[in-house]
């Protein structure tokens, strides 16, 4: 490969590594609470714009990152409080309905406090290094740690944990966890509040590459809903690891062609997924009953 080639490379993957994070926690709202978040997305950039604040206030890039990361967990809780938790024994259409509305409220919030101009956190960190022709900065090289990191620690819950098999097992079947003692609501706004903090790191590492704007959620929440019923709905590693895919197809298609036509290859990739395989490249998720 050459050069150019890799350094795309290198670009699309610290861009995968924000949609990761975004899809990550949106999976694992389904996975373990049985919830699809519509608000997601705008709680990643509402804590973007929180890291944008406290960059106004002579915070360090890493406090402000520190800062919103808390800020998404609270705005998950929010959510999990004001859209899920009254309606959640409700048509699932009304959980969705409470998630857009929640996520509008915080889109005309923005604008009203920040205004619609785009606007970029402090750097968590400046510079970079150079490996041969591929110029590696020190944010992108962080945000790939990061993200590793949380994917595998995500997993590793989940997977290995008690508290994990009570989570899938109360998404799975709420009446019959809560009958055997599981504390269903408990363990689901834990599962709201992780997720939004996962929403924030990914929100301050976005905005740090392509800026936040008030409106950047909705596509936000678009690519992460794509990765999910790309990957499987409900598989946790396998919707990062999509949406880390989306990100090298984005980055590279943006530079041969254009972001426009990149970006509508991608949705008619999407639709036409859907249509020879709607329940995603691996299925949907089974998992076993704790």
Known sequence: MD?????????????????????????????????INFAHGDVAVAAAYVAVAGGALDLGGPAAAGLAIAA?????????????APLRNRPIEATFIAAIAIGIVLQNALTASFGGAPQAPAQIASGGVHIGAVFMSWQALISLAAAAIAFMAVWAVLAKSQTGRRMRAAAEDPEIAAAHGIPVIRLAILAFAVAGALA???????AAQHYATPGAGADYILKAYVAATAAGWGRILPTAAAAIAIALFETVGAALVSHA????????????L?????????????????
């Open 3 to 35: 050069a150019l080639s890799l350094q795309l490379l290198f670009n699309g993957l610290a861009l995968g590594a924000g949609y990761g994070l975004l899809a990550l926690g949106f999976a694992l709202a389904i996975r373990s609470a049985g919830a």
């Open 72 to 84: 998404g967990a609270i705005l998950g809780l929010s959510v999990a409080g004001l859209s899920w």
């Open 200 to 206: 924030g790191l990914a929100g301050v590492l976005l």
């Open 261 to 272: 036509v990149a970006e509508a290859l991608l949705y008619a990739g999407f639709v036409a």
């Open 274 to 290: 859907l249509s020879f395989r709607p329940q995603g490249l691996g299925g949907e998720a089974k998992g076993k009953r704790a």
